[in-house]
């Protein structure tokens, strides 16, 4: 167990919907970072927080976006969802220092 | 931009050794990453480098030459269970922050 919690772990959703993604970092953790990872793919990064604030931006479509609340926890937003949306999405956290970067157990998402 | 080069599969003998080659090409290059994820799960952390040198950990090694944008992850007394994807990811720093960045993965399969 990393200690980074990620509900739902299992999402069905159609096509032309909204979901939240909602993750709670290890205790600790002031960083929260998103990757999305479709089929047979590598981890692909999307956006990074620290403290409340958006720290780095990766391939994060526009139709996605974060948020990190003060009580550290963070929420990827999908919306107008597309079946190429399909993938396993990790939340991951870190301490400030950033030499360790521990993932949680993911949220599967499948758009039909 | 940035390249992280793996090789896509590998196979190996079980209680062999197998070693796992990344190169990268990036600036800002501020350490390096192995994680381990077993199909559908979350990526384990392995092991962290910054420094060139050999990190050694139980069955785990890990190389790094920062003048050769190179790495290796040295896996002993290989076991079923090492049967995985093998990620290389880099750390980034730009902009004032950390960014880290994955290969695509090595499928390592462990026969008897």
């Known amino acids: 167990d990393s200690g980074v919690t990620q509900t739902p772990k299992h999402l069905i959703t159609a096509t032309g919907q909204r979901v939240t993604l909602r993750c709670s970092p290890r205790?600790?953790?002031?960083?929260v970072y998103w990757y999305q990872q479709s089929l047979d793919q590598g981890l692909q990064f999307l956006i990074q927080y620290y403290n409340g604030e958006e720290r780095a931006k990766g391939n994060i479509l526009e139709r996605f976006s974060a948020q990190q609340f003060p009580d550290l926890h963070s929420e990827l937003n999908l919306s107008s969802l597309e079946l190429g949306d399909s993938a396993l999405y990790f939340c991951?956290?870190?301490?400030?220092?950033?030499?360790?970067?521990?993932f949680g157990e993911g949220s599967w998402l499948t758009v039909v | 931009g940035q390249n992280i080069d793996q090789p896509t599969e590998m196979t190996a003998t079980e209680g062999a050794i197998v070693q796992i080659n990344c190169t990268y090409q990036?600036?800002?290059?501020?350490?390096l990453f192995w994680y381990q994820q077993h199909a559908g799960e979350a990526p384990t952390f392995l092991s962290y480098n910054v420094l060139d040198g050999l990190e050694e950990k139980g069955r785990f090694s890990s190389f790094l030459s920062r003048s050769k944008g190179y790495s290796y992850l040295l896996l002993k007394e290989l076991q079923m269970k090492d049967s995985a994807s093998y990620l290389c990811?880099?750390?980034?720093?730009?902009?004032?922050?950390?960014?880290?960045?994955f290969g695509a993965g090595t499928r390592l399969a462990v026969h008897p």
């Open positions: 205790s600790g953790d002031l960083s």
């Open positions: 991951a956290s870190s301490a400030k220092e950033e030499n360790t970067i521990y």
């Open positions: 990811a880099v750390k980034k720093f730009s902009g004032g922050y950390n960014k880290l960045i």
């Open positions: 990036t600036s800002g290059f501020n350490g």
